[in-house]
C-alpha cells in the first residue's frame, strides 16, 4: 500500500515540500500549548545550561507548516490530487500521510468532517458561497487536527469572493488551512494580495513515461494502452485513464482527430464545426444529467411538493424562487461542461498538428497521437512547418478566444476556417 502522495507522478520536490510540512503540523500538535508563550524568564538558568553548543540550526522557515497554500501546474498536472493527498496527510493520525488510518481514509473519499472541498461547477465561485465557507472553517475542528478547505480553480473565484477569502487569510483561525488551486500565480489567476500570504507548490506536467507507470500500476492498465494513452493525453493523468478505460472517451477522441481530414472545403469547414460543438453538448449533457436530476428531486421534497396543507401556498411562492436559483445553478454548470468538454478536444487537435510541425522538422520527438501519425505525416508534407503552425496557432487562438467569453461556434467556425484555408 502506497501512502497518499503515491498518486502524484513526477512531482518529487512538490511531495518532498508537503511532506516536511505534514511532519511539521505534525509535531505542532504534539507541542505543549506553553511552550513557546511569553519570554523566557529564567534567562539565568537558561545560560547556565548553556555550553557553547548553538545546538540544532533553526529549521528552515520554508520547511515548516503554514496556513495558506497555492498549488498551481497546468491541467492534468495533479495540482487537486496534490491538495487532497496533503489535506489527507494533516488529518492522518500518524501525521504522515500513511494512506490507510481513517484520517487519511476519509479525507481521501471526502467524507473527513473537517475537510471542505468547493469545485466550482458554474463559470466563477461567488462571495455568498465563500462567505459561508470561510464562517465554517473558523470552527475548531472536531476531530482535533485541522479544519481545511480545498478550493479547486481559486482562479474562478469572483472578485468579492476573492475579497472574502483574504480576509479569512489574512487571519487565520489557529487550526485553519486553505488549499487553493489554480493554474499559476499570475494576477489573472489569483490576486497578488492573496498570493502573497500563501505559500506556493509548484506542479509540473509529468511525461507520458510517468503517467503510464501509474497507469500500469495502479489502475491495471495493460502497458501498451498505458503507453498509448499516456501519450494522448499529452501528461495528463486524469484523461490518460479516461481514454485508457472509456470506449465513448475513445470515440470522442476520434471523431474529433478526424477533423483535419474532413476540412475539403468551407461546407465542410462549417459541417465540421457544427459536429464539434454538438460533440461538446452532447457529452456535457450526459455528465451533467444525473446530478441535474438527483438535486431536483432532493429540493422538490425537501420543499415537500404537492402538500396541502396549511403554509403550503406560503411554501410554493418560495419553492418558486428556489427552483428558479437551482435552474440558475446547473445552467451554469452546464456551460462550464460544455467549456471543458470543447476544449479538450481542441487540446487533442492542437497535438495533431504540433505532430506534424514536428515532423515537418524532422524532430527526434514523439508524437503526441501515435494512430495518426501518417496522416499528421501526410499534413505535415502538404503544408510545412510553416503551414502546420499557421493551423496549429489557429487551435490555440480558438481556445484562447472560448476562454475570453467568444460564443464556442464562433470560434470554432471562425477556426475550421483558418484550419482548411491554411
Ligand atoms: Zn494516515
Given at each position: 500500500m502506497t501512502d497518499v502522495f503515491g498518486d502524484l507522478v513526477g512531482q518529487d520536490e512538490a511531495v518532498?515540500?508537503?511532506?516536511?510540512?505534514?511532519?511539521?503540523?505534525?509535531?505542532?500538535?504534539?507541542?505543549?500549548?506553553?511552550?513557546?508563550?511569553?519570554?523566557?524568564?529564567?534567562?539565568?538558568?537558561?545560560?547556565?545550561?548553556?555550553?557553547?553548543?548553538?545546538?540544532?540550526?533553526?529549521?528552515?522557515?520554508?520547511?515548516?507548516?503554514?496556513?495558506?497554500?497555492?498549488?498551481?501546474g497546468p491541467p492534468g498536472s495533479g495540482r487537486s490530487v496534490a491538495?487532497r493527498a496533503?489535506?489527507?496527510?494533516?488529518?492522518?493520525?500518524?501525521?504522515?500521510g500513511?494512506g490507510s488510518?481513517?484520517?487519511?481514509?476519509?479525507?481521501l473519499?471526502?467524507?473527513?468532517?473537517?475537510?471542505?472541498?468547493?469545485?466550482?461547477?458554474?463559470?466563477?465561485?461567488?462571495?455568498?458561497?465563500?462567505?459561508?465557507?470561510?464562517?465554517?472553517?473558523?470552527?475548531?475542528?472536531?476531530?482535533?487536527?485541522?479544519?481545511?478547505?480545498?478550493?479547486?480553480?481559486?482562479?474562478?473565484?469572483?472578485?468579492?469572493?476573492?475579497?472574502?477569502?483574504?480576509?479569512?487569510?489574512?487571519?487565520?483561525?489557529?487550526?485553519?488551512?486553505?488549499?487553493?488551486?489554480?493554474?499559476?500565480?499570475?494576477?489573472?489567476?489569483?490576486?497578488?494580495?492573496?498570493?502573497?500570504?500563501?505559500?506556493?507548490?509548484?506542479l509540473w506536467q509529468p511525461p507520458p513515461t510517468a503517467v503510464a507507470e501509474v497507469l500500469v500500476r495502479r489502475d491495471g492498465i495493460a502497458p501498451d494502452v498505458a503507453e498509448w494513452a499516456a501519450a494522448a493525453a499529452q501528461g495528463h493523468v486524469g484523461r490518460a485513464r479516461r481514454l485508457a478505460r472509456d470506449p465513448e472517451a475513445r470515440q470522442r477522441r476520434d471523431a474529433v482527430l478526424a477533423?483535419?481530414?474532413?476540412?475539403?472545403?468551407?461546407?465542410?469547414?462549417?459541417?465540421?464545426?457544427?459536429?464539434?460543438?454538438?460533440?461538446?453538448?452532447?457529452e456535457?449533457?450526459?455528465?451533467?444529467?444525473?446530478?441535474?436530476?438527483?438535486?431536483?428531486?432532493?429540493?422538490?421534497?425537501?420543499?415537500?411538493?404537492?402538500?396541502?396543507?396549511?403554509?403550503?401556498?406560503?411554501?410554493?411562492?418560495?419553492?418558486?424562487?428556489?427552483?428558479?436559483?437551482?435552474?440558475?445553478?446547473?445552467?451554469?454548470?452546464?456551460?462550464?461542461?460544455?467549456?471543458?468538454?470543447?476544449?479538450r478536444a481542441?487540446v487533442d487537435l492542437a497535438g495533431f498538428y504540433r505532430d506534424a510541425?514536428v515532423m515537418?522538422?524532422?524532430a527526434p520527438v514523439a508524437p503526441v497521437h501515435t494512430d495518426t501519425a501518417s496522416l499528421a505525416a501526410?499534413?505535415?508534407?502538404?503544408?510545412?512547418?510553416?503551414?502546420?503552425?499557421?493551423?496549429?496557432?489557429?487551435?490555440?487562438?480558438?481556445?484562447?478566444?472560448?476562454?475570453?467569453?467568444?460564443?464556442?461556434?464562433?470560434?470554432?467556425?471562425?477556426?475550421?476556417?483558418?484550419?482548411?484555408?491554411?
Amino acid at each position: 500500500m502506497t501512502d497518499v502522495f503515491g498518486d502524484l507522478v513526477g512531482q518529487d520536490e512538490a511531495v518532498a515540500m508537503l511532506r516536511r510540512a505534514a511532519a511539521s503540523a505534525a509535531a505542532q500538535l504534539r507541542a505543549p500549548v506553553t511552550a513557546t508563550a511569553g519570554g523566557h524568564d529564567d534567562l539565568d538558568a537558561l545560560a547556565e545550561e548553556y555550553d557553547g553548543d548553538p545546538g540544532p540550526a533553526p529549521a528552515d522557515p520554508g520547511a515548516g507548516m503554514t496556513h495558506a497554500w497555492i498549488f498551481t501546474g497546468p491541467p492534468g498536472s495533479g495540482r487537486s490530487v496534490a491538495a487532497r493527498a496533503f489535506a489527507a496527510a494533516l488529518e492522518c493520525v500518524h501525521g504522515t500521510g500513511c494512506g490507510s488510518c481513517p484520517g487519511c481514509h476519509t479525507t481521501l473519499t471526502g467524507t473527513h468532517a473537517d475537510v471542505r472541498l468547493v469545485v466550482p461547477e458554474g463559470l466563477s465561485i461567488g462571495v455568498n458561497e465563500m462567505r459561508a465557507l470561510v464562517l465554517r472553517a473558523a470552527s475548531a475542528p472536531s476531530g482535533g487536527r485541522w479544519q481545511i478547505v480545498i478550493i479547486e480553480d481559486a482562479d474562478r473565484l469572483t472578485e468579492a469572493a476573492g475579497n472574502a477569502l483574504l480576509k479569512a487569510i489574512e487571519e487565520p483561525p489557529p487550526r485553519t488551512v486553505f488549499l487553493l488551486c489554480a493554474p499559476s500565480t499570475h494576477p489573472d489567476d489569483i490576486s497578488v494580495t492573496i498570493r502573497s500570504r500563501c505559500r506556493v507548490v509548484p506542479l509540473w506536467q509529468p511525461p507520458p513515461t510517468a503517467v503510464a507507470e501509474v497507469l500500469v500500476r495502479r489502475d491495471g492498465i495493460a502497458p501498451d494502452v498505458a503507453e498509448w494513452a499516456a501519450a494522448a493525453a499529452q501528461g495528463h493523468v486524469g484523461r490518460a485513464r479516461r481514454l485508457a478505460r472509456d470506449p465513448e472517451a475513445r470515440q470522442r477522441r476520434d471523431a474529433v482527430l478526424a477533423v483535419p481530414r474532413r476540412l475539403t472545403g468551407v461546407g465542410a469547414a462549417f459541417d465540421a464545426a457544427s459536429a464539434l460543438i454538438e460533440a461538446a453538448e452532447a457529452e456535457a449533457a450526459a455528465s451533467v444529467a444525473e446530478i441535474d436530476e438527483a438535486e431536483r428531486t432532493a429540493l422538490q421534497t425537501a420543499l415537500g411538493a404537492g402538500g396541502t396543507g396549511r403554509g403550503a401556498a406560503g411554501a410554493m411562492r418560495g419553492a418558486a424562487g428556489q427552483l428558479k436559483d437551482l435552474e440558475k445553478r446547473q445552467k451554469s454548470r452546464a456551460t462550464r461542461a460544455q467549456r471543458d468538454a470543447l476544449d479538450r478536444a481542441l487540446v487533442d487537435l492542437a497535438g495533431f498538428y504540433r505532430d506534424a510541425i514536428v515532423m515537418a522538422l524532422r524532430a527526434p520527438v514523439a508524437p503526441v497521437h501515435t494512430d495518426t501519425a501518417s496522416l499528421a505525416a501526410a499534413g505535415a508534407q502538404k503544408w510545412d512547418a510553416e503551414g502546420s503552425l499557421r493551423r496549429l496557432e489557429a487551435v490555440l487562438e480558438c481556445r484562447a478566444a472560448i476562454e475570453a467569453n467568444v460564443k464556442p461556434r464562433i470560434a470554432v467556425e471562425a477556426m475550421m476556417l483558418a484550419l482548411w484555408r491554411g
